[in-house]
């Protein structure tokens, strides 16, 4: 009776360390084979590349790809991985998912409208569009008030990049030249200079003077290199033969 139960604790000590050993043999080597669980990849780099490219190449690495959200950027064209986890070159086990931030791009802004505005509010309003002033220019134009923005390039309403440079063109104004010399000079003479000038000959009035021979002019208002605005008159006095 001894032996018999001997030999059955024998039998069922060898069955249970058999089951327990195949149950080994088979978590760690045949479904490791069946499943490819316990195999690794290193992870590849994924920034920069397009959504397709990127699934792709973390397919051939037996790595999962899962997007999880898109935001601007102004290095990375839209559609492109812009930050993956986990980073490049890291060992993980295959089957592992690769998750990525996708790029959207530039933000693009609106060039506001300024003209008529003051440089300093049109500047005001430009920055607060995400976009910066570059340049300043000035120009004559007598149809906008000295000070004002007369333009803006590129013309508002036009879609940029965030960040874009822009120029503004701030009025002075009427044009203005100065007068010139008209001071001995005939009366015809002084209506060619003035045209030339872009002025014109206004009243003309006689006085005698000992010094300059008859017909020529010896007075002008407003005086020489006086800034006026393009088309004003200039009256002058002639110099008559008798007082």
Do not use: W
């Amino acid at each position: 009776m001894g032996d018999k139960l001997k030999s059955l604790l024998i039998y069922a000590m060898t069955a249970a360390v058999s089951f327990f050993f195949g149950l080994f043999i088979l978590d760690q080597v045949i479904l490791p084979q069946l499943t490819g669980a316990g195999r690794e990849s290193e992870v590849p780099v994924l920034v920069g590349k397009s959504r397709d490219e990127a699934a792709a190449i973390c397919q051939g690495a037996t790595l999962g790809f899962e997007v999880h959200g898109e935001t601007f950027s102004s290095t990375v064209p839209a559609g492109h991985v812009l930050d993956q986890d986990p980073e490049q070159g890291l060992v993980v086990k295959q089957g592992r998912s690769v998750y990525v931030i996708l790029s959207k791009g530039r933000e693009m802004v609106g060039v506001p409208h300024v003209v008529g505005l003051t440089s300093r509010q049109a500047t005001i309003l430009i920055e607060n569009s995400f976009l910066v002033v570059d340049s300043v220019l000035a120009a004559a134009d007598a149809s906008m008030a000295r000070g004002r923005i007369l333009a803006v390039q590129p013309p508002p309403g036009t879609s940029l990049p965030k960040g874009s440079l822009v120029t503004l063109t701030v009025s002075e104004g009427a044009r203005k030249v100065r007068v010139p010399s008209l001071i001995d000079k005939t009366v015809d003479e002084a209506r060619a200079i003035l045209r030339d000038a872009g002025l014109s000959l206004g009243e003309i009035s006689f006085r005698f003077n000992r010094y300059l021979p008859a017909g020529r002019i010896i007075d002008q208002q407003p005086l020489e290199r006086t800034p006026v605005e393009l088309s004003v008159a200039v009256d002058v006095v002639v110099s008559s033969s008798s007082q």
